[in-house]
């Protein structure tokens, strides 16, 4: 019979011996926490095209204790409602909650540089197993975790509770934040945003910090890190490669149908200078979406068998489409935005700047913007602003003598 305190100890020294796990508190946290716990009624595993549910209850305890403690994430629902119980066969869908794979929640953790008394607001409770790690060493009172998908919330609660955390897991959109239980010392996220939401920095002591993954492609994204000033701005950097699912209220449809009726007006065509295949690679996705925040790229193979891309706007109805053409690409681009050339120009300068990685990239985040740059090169510095500049003061408050009725 597998001892599920020695497994626990296991994937600790594992953790260690990474790099991921440093602090004797955190340890002592992993060592303690059961997660497989966190992971009733089931997990689902990848199998390449589809999903193998394994429950607890149908799972050899040894085997199931295996696959606790791998350095894994852990599909536990698909498509927003799917759990392993649910269904004897694999499935297709796409995973909507998860235990995070312990490397990942571990060096989350100790990238928030917790003390002893912080308070914390989690946004993505999951499976609830990140929250009793900080709930082991803050206490369960110090703890405010947020998890937007009522089933989910509702399992992580019951499984805290069994771990003997009785803490405060709130169930609503976590971009809000939680003002009841502010002002907190550190803010974290386990699920990614396209931009941070400023009720998470309103909701931060100064001095404090918020730590969330950016950017709202699957990969290309990064984890920000921002320390909040008593002006109410946070600036920081992006601290390393982070991949998580999309907030459920920001995560973009995939662009389908007929793709070739979206692009059958060009506003332009030239050969492209930067080939639209460096945009599988990291730092230049991410790139791309400070350049043209709001583009998604697909990949496509045309009626005679050679490959596509596409860049889409939907917001600003503008797009890209790069057509293979011997050795080189030609772009296409329509609508009012020339996604390319924004594009582009941005990864030219890059690469000119030596490509530095993900992590020489600097935030500062306002009420009303987000200010991204690498060094003090005005060509790498890109701002996205919520308010139209110059739009000027917000507009008149409708009084009740503006009232309109049909009669
Ligand atoms: C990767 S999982 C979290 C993993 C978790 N920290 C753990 O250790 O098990 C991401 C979670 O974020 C939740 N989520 C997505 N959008 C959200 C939102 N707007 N507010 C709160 N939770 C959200 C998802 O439902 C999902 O359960």
Same mark, same amino acid.
């Given at each position: 019979?597998?001892?599920?305190?020695?497994?626990?100890?296991?994937?600790?020294?594992?953790?260690?011996?990474?790099?991921?796990?440093?602090?004797?508190?955190? +340890?002592?946290?992993?060592?303690?926490?059961?997660?497989?716990?966190?992971?009733?009624?089931?997990?689902?595993?990848?199998?390449?095209?589809?999903?193998?549910?394994?429950?607890?209850?149908?799972?050899?305890?040894?085997?199931?204790?295996?696959?606790?403690?791998?350095?894994?994430?852990?599909?536990?629902?698909?498509?927003?409602?799917?759990?392993?119980?649910?269904?004897?066969?694999?499935?297709?869908?796409?995973?909507?909650?998860?235990?995070?794979?312990?490397?990942?929640?571990?060096?989350?953790?100790?990238?928030? %540089?917790?003390?002893?008394?912080?308070?914390?607001?989690?946004?993505?409770?999951?499976?609830?197993?990140?929250?009793?790690?900080?709930?082991?060493?803050?206490?369960?009172?110090?703890?405010?975790?947020?998890?937007? %998908?009522?089933?989910?919330?509702?399992?992580?609660?019951?499984?805290?509770?069994?771990?003997?955390?009785?803490?405060?897991?709130?169930?609503?959109?976590?971009?809000?934040?939680?003002?009841?239980?502010?002002?907190?010392?550190?803010?974290?996220?386990?699920?990614?945003?396209?931009?941070?939401?400023?009720?998470?920095?309103?909701?931060?002591?100064?001095?404090?910090?918020?730590?969330?993954?950016?950017?709202?492609?699957?990969?290309?994204?990064?984890?920000?890190?921002?320390?909040?000033?008593?002006?109410?701005?946070?600036?920081?950097?992006?601290?390393?490669?982070?991949?998580?699912?999309?907030?459920?209220?920001?995560?973009?449809?995939?662009?389908?149908? %007929?793709?070739?009726?979206?692009?059958?007006?060009? %506003?332009?065509?030239?050969?492209?200078?930067?080939?639209?295949?460096?945009?599988?690679?990291?730092?230049?996705?991410?790139?791309?979406?400070?350049?043209?925040?709001?583009?998604?790229?697909?990949?496509?193979?045309?009626?005679?068998?050679?490959?596509?891309?596409?860049?889409?706007?939907?917001? +600003?109805?503008?797009?890209?489409?790069?057509?293979?053409?011997?050795?080189?690409?030609?772009?296409?681009?329509?609508?009012?935005?020339?996604?390319?050339?924004?594009?582009?120009?941005?990864?030219?300068?890059?690469?000119?700047?030596?490509?530095?990685?993900?992590?020489?990239?600097?935030?500062?985040?306002?009420?009303?913007?987000?200010?991204?740059?690498?060094?003090?090169?005005?060509?790498?510095?890109?701002?996205?602003?919520?308010?139209?500049?110059?739009?000027?003061?917000?507009?008149?408050?409708?009084?009740?003598?503006?009232?309109?009725?049909?009669?």
């Amino acid at each position: 019979m597998t001892d599920p305190a020695s497994e626990r100890r296991r994937m600790a020294a594992a953790l260690v011996r990474r790099g991921d796990l440093k602090s004797h508190w955190l +340890r002592a946290a992993v060592e303690s926490v059961p997660r497989e716990q966190f992971l009733r009624p089931g997990v689902f595993l990848d199998e390449g095209r589809s999903w193998r549910p394994l429950t607890v209850a149908g799972t050899d305890p040894d085997e199931w204790l295996k696959i606790a403690y791998s350095v894994d994430t852990l599909t536990t629902q698909l498509d927003g409602h799917l759990t392993a119980d649910r269904t004897g066969a694999p499935v297709v869908g796409v995973p909507t909650s998860s235990s995070t794979d312990p490397a990942t929640v571990v060096g989350m953790i100790e990238a928030l %540089d917790l003390a002893a008394g912080h308070r914390v607001l989690e946004i993505g409770t999951g499976t609830g197993y990140s929250t009793a790690l900080m709930c082991h060493y803050l206490g369960e009172d110090n703890v405010t975790t947020i998890e937007v %998908d009522a089933q989910v919330a509702a399992r992580a609660d019951a499984a805290l509770e069994t771990v003997g955390f009785s803490t405060w897991t709130v169930t609503g959109d976590g971009l809000l934040g939680h003002p009841y239980r502010a002002p907190y010392d550190r803010v974290i996220a386990t699920c990614a945003v396209r931009r941070i939401p400023y009720a998470w920095i309103r909701q931060t002591k100064p001095g404090g910090i918020v730590l969330g993954t950016v950017g709202s492609w699957p990969w290309g994204t990064g984890l920000a890190k921002l320390a909040v000033s008593d002006d109410g701005t946070a600036e920081g950097a992006i601290v390393g490669r982070s991949s998580f699912m999309q907030a459920r209220a920001q995560a973009v449809a995939p662009v389908a149908g %007929d793709l070739s009726a979206r692009t059958a007006f060009a %506003d332009s065509e030239r050969v492209a200078l930067v080939s639209p295949l460096v945009l599988k690679e990291w730092m230049p996705a991410f790139l791309a979406q400070l350049a043209a925040p709001g583009a998604q790229f697909v990949r496509a193979t045309r009626s005679d068998g050679s490959p596509s891309r596409y860049l889409f706007d939907p917001e +600003r109805e503008s797009f890209a489409e790069f057509i293979a053409d011997g050795g080189s690409w030609t772009v296409r681009q329509g609508g009012p935005v020339a996604l390319w050339d924004d594009i582009e120009r941005s990864l030219v300068t890059w690469h000119g700047a030596g490509v530095p990685d993900v992590d020489a990239i600097r935030l500062r985040v306002t009420m009303t913007s987000h200010l991204y740059w690498i060094d003090r090169n005005p060509a790498l510095r890109w701002e996205h602003r919520l308010v139209r500049p110059g739009a000027g003061s917000l507009p008149r408050r409708l009084r009740p003598g503006d009232a309109w009725l049909p009669s």
